[in-house]
Nanobody
Framework: QVQFVESGGGLVQPGGSLRLSCAAS????????MGWFRQVPGKQRELVAA???????NYADSVKGRFTISRDNAKNTMYLQMNSLKPEDTAVYYC???????????WGQGTQVTVSS
């Protein structure tokens, strides 16, 4: 089984960029399809970007053209490059396999992204 640690969030002005990282434990990371999810208070967690084990990507319409998901299977790490950030991108960002584990204990702490001037 795999567990996840997210990092790289912070406060950024509109139009700015951030790069999130997801470190995954476990030796079978490379066989999982993975995703970046985000959640704001009072709303359901949503999938914003996904990547297959071989690197095929898919994006939510709200981030298409601005976010880029990638993975390095040798390092058990996944990334999310976020450009042209907007205030509506403000959320806690999580990584997980896709589809994700249902058990809450299988989610990391997430990393807060705040886009504000």
């Amino acid at each position: 089984q795999v567990q996840f640690v997210e990092s790289g969030g912070g406060l950024v002005q509109p139009g700015g960029s951030l790069r999130l990282s997801c470190a995954a434990s476990g030796s079978i990371f490379s066989i999982y399809a993975m995703g970046w999810f985000r959640q704001v208070p009072g709303k359901q967690r949503e999938l914003v970007a996904a990547i297959t084990p071989r690197g095929i990507t898919n994006y939510a319409d709200s981030v298409k053209g601005r976010f880029t998901i990638s993975r390095d299977n040798a390092k058990n790490t996944m990334y999310l490059q976020m450009n042209s950030l907007k205030p509506e991108d403000t959320a806690v960002y999580y990584c997980n396999k896709n589809p994700p584990y249902l058990n809450p204990s299988r989610w990391g702490q997430g990393t807060q992204v705040t886009v504000s001037s």
